[in-house]
T-cell receptor, first 115, second 114 residues
Framework: AQTVTQSQPEMSVQEAETVTLSCTYDTSESDYYLFWYKQPPSRQMILVIRQEAYKQQNATENRFSVNFQKAAKSFSLKISDSQLGDAAMYFC????????????FGTGTRLQVTL | EPEVTQTPSHQVTQMGQEVILRCVPISNHLYFYWYRQILGQKVEFLVSFYNNEISEKSEIFDDQFSVERPDGSNFTLKIRSTKLEDSAMYFCASNLAGNLDGYTFGSGTRLTVV
């Protein structure tokens, strides 16, 4: 079974600084998808960024980028120029390549942004 | 931007009662899911649904749970006889098709069993 591990329960970053959230996963599949979701206090799950495993290029969405290391099964999220609104729980998630495949989530990292 | 809508946002029920959580997925989406998040814990998969039948279900999704798409727009999760440990946030999600999308999640229903 696939597992997703987030080893940092909490992280803190100063406004305008950069922070990296770690995620590792375990799978025997070669084709899959990885995601970072943000969960603010409202508890809605918001997609931040996604990465297709077959793509070597790291995904980027504005201030958010990933470092995808397929061989190491590592998928970290970098947030640049952190803003107060970035404070939230961040969940890493894995999905097999399949049209109805479920998401498997990590335990989350709570990000604090300080002034 | 299209949304997945869940109602109610918060439901309190007595142990042993039946509850129905409702979801309206995005209209052209074909795949539907329920996830659960016990307070302070990770989000867990419950069930996926496609073409009017369950595609996959987790160990959590036992005989007390059922899903239905009664009218082509709503997607419901029923818990027949609630237990205290069913207290959680329940998220509905939908997906158009294919592998490129994460899902679109609803804003969740907080279920409290007393």
């Amino acid at each position: 079974a696939q597992t997703v591990t987030q080893s940092q329960p909490e992280m803190s970053v100063q406004e305008a600084e950069t922070v990296t959230l770690s995620c590792t996963y375990d799978t025997s599949e070669s084709d899959y998808y990885l995601f970072w979701y943000k969960q603010p206090p409202s508890r809605q799950m918001i997609l931040v960024i996604r990465q297709e495993a077959y793509k070597q290029q790291n995904a980027t969405e504005n201030r958010f980028s990933v470092n995808f290391q397929k061989a190491a099964k590592s998928f970290s999220l970098k947030i640049s120029d952190s803003q107060l609104g970035d404070a939230a729980m961040y969940f890493c998630a894995y999905r097999e390549a399949g049209t109805a495949s479920k998401l498997t989530f990590g335990t989350g990292t709570r990000l604090q942004v300080t002034l | 931007e299209p949304e997945v809508t869940q109602t109610p946002s918060h439901q309190v029920t007595q142990m042993g009662q039946e509850v129905i959580l409702r979801c309206v997925p995005i209209s052209n989406h074909l795949y539907f899911y329920w996830y659960r998040q016990i307070l302070g814990q990770k989000v867990e998969f419950l069930v996926s649904f496609y073409n009017n039948e369950i595609s996959e279900k987790s160990e959590i999704f036992d005989d007390q749970f059922s899903v239905e798409r009664p009218d082509g727009s709503n997607f419901t999760l029923k818990i027949r006889s609630t237990k205290l440990e069913d207290s959680a946030m329940y998220f509905c999600a939908s997906n158009l098709a294919g592998n490129l999308d994460g899902y679109t999640f609803g804003s969740g229903t907080r279920l409290t069993v007393v």
